[in-house]
């Protein structure tokens, strides 16, 4: 099994910085792919950002030139920097890890979640 842990999550101004953290631990081995998802209170979960394990990234719209991802390959860890925060930031973000499962099939892995407050 594998296991996610996030932290860096909290409040912070208009304009402020936050960096996230994922740490993976148990068999990770076969990790292709990790990234962050958020969710709004009443909306619909989206992802924000995602970098495969050969260094492939994928980043929504809406944080383009404000968020970046990147990886710790050592560590086993993925972060994302979010610069330049607006209020419509505010959400809760999960970290993600997935794998292939044999056959199209993929294994999913999401960890608890950290809550960013972007608010003045």
């Known amino acids: 099994q594998v296991q996610l842990v996030e932290s860096g999550g909290g409040l912070v101004q208009p304009g402020g910085s936050l960096r996230l953290s994922c740490a993976a631990s148990g068999s990770i081995s076969g990790i292709a792919v990790m990234g962050w998802d958020r969710q709004a209170p009443g909306r619909q979960r989206e992802l924000v950002a995602s970098?495969?394990?050969?260094?492939?990234?994928t980043v929504t719209d809406s944080v383009k030139g404000r968020f970046t991802i990147s990886r710790d390959n050592a560590k086993n860890t993925v972060y994302l920097q979010m610069n330049s925060l607006k209020p419509e930031d505010t959400a809760v973000y999960y970290c993600?890890?997935?794998?292939?499962?044999?056959?199209?099939?993929?294994?999913?892995?999401w960890g608890k979640g950290t809550l960013v407050t972007v608010s003045s």
């Open positions: 993600h890890a997935g794998e292939p499962g044999g056959w199209g099939t993929s294994i999913d892995y």
């Open positions: 970098i495969t394990s050969g260094g492939d990234i």
